[in-house]
């Protein structure tokens, strides 16, 4: 629910506010989802005011948020037994790509329905089609994720290891950054870390999202000792 001085913001942006999931439906054709977690998932699309709850025959749900493949599944499953068209579409990218709309979407689902979608979703970026079938897209991300969570973890530790040997961390982080290790993401971490600015997303995220790469790797009983490891450093920090 919005309130205070979000909707004022909103109402004079010329947006309508309302309550939950089921007024926005009540009042919109295509839906988006871009919440934290799967439970907010969950609520947002099934609760007591859900989206289903005030869907109807032009409703569909496009799904963004980062969330468990068995989850995002029974969400699409519930989503189907309601007549209402589903798409996952999960996101990467980061906050420059976020202001140029020049993400990368995730997408799966029924290639008509994300046709039909896709001036709505290329507002935020460039849609990669991973296939038909809802939870493809998550497992792609999950493995961004992966990649995500232990350049952040190795990164952390490389600039411990250059404070400890007495180097400068900026020069060192900007010798790495400039070479055949450097990315957006290490660069962006790197000057999170050391300049204080802005953060892509807490801890807490970080957890999450290595959780799900790990459920994957359980599920399909594949170990991933550098994802694990990871897994492990981000619970000692955020427990």
């Not at 008509?112 to 507002?123: D, F, G, T």
Request: net charge neutral.
């Amino acid at each position: 629910m919005l309130g205070g001085l979000r909707s004022l913001r909103i109402s004079d942006a010329g947006g309508i506010v309302v309550r939950n999931g089921r007024e926005v439906a009540e009042k919109a054709g295509k839906v988006i989802v871009y919440v934290l977690n799967d439970q907010q998932v969950i609520d947002v699309v099934d609760g007591a005011d859900g989206i289903l709850k005030g869907s109807h025959k032009d409703t569909r749900v496009i799904c963004m948020s980062t969330i468990d493949k068995e989850n995002l599944e029974w969400v699409a499953e519930q989503c189907a037994a309601k007549g209402v068209g589903f798409i996952d579409a999960p996101v990467t990218g980061g906050p420059p790509r976020i202001e140029a709309g020049t993400l990368t979407i995730i997408a799966a689902g029924d290639k008509e329905l994300i046709e039909k979608c896709r001036a709505l979703l290329e507002v935020q970026g460039k849609i990669t089609y991973v296939g038909e079938k809802p939870g493809l897209a998550q497992l792609v991300k999950h493995c961004n994720q992966l990649l995500v969570a232990t350049t952040l973890a190795a990164t952390i530790e490389l600039i411990t290891l250059a404070k400890k040997q007495g180097l400068d961390p900026l020069l060192v982080c900007k010798v790495v950054g400039s070479g055949i290790s450097g990315s957006d993401w290490f660069r962006l971490i790197t000057s999170n870390i050391l300049e204080n600015t802005p953060a892509i997303g807490g801890l807490g995220q970080m957890c999450k999202d290595i959780g799900l790469v790990i459920n994957d790797s359980r599920r399909v009983r594949t170990p991933l000792i550098v994802a694990s490891a990871a897994y492990q450093y981000f619970f000692r920090l955020f427990p």
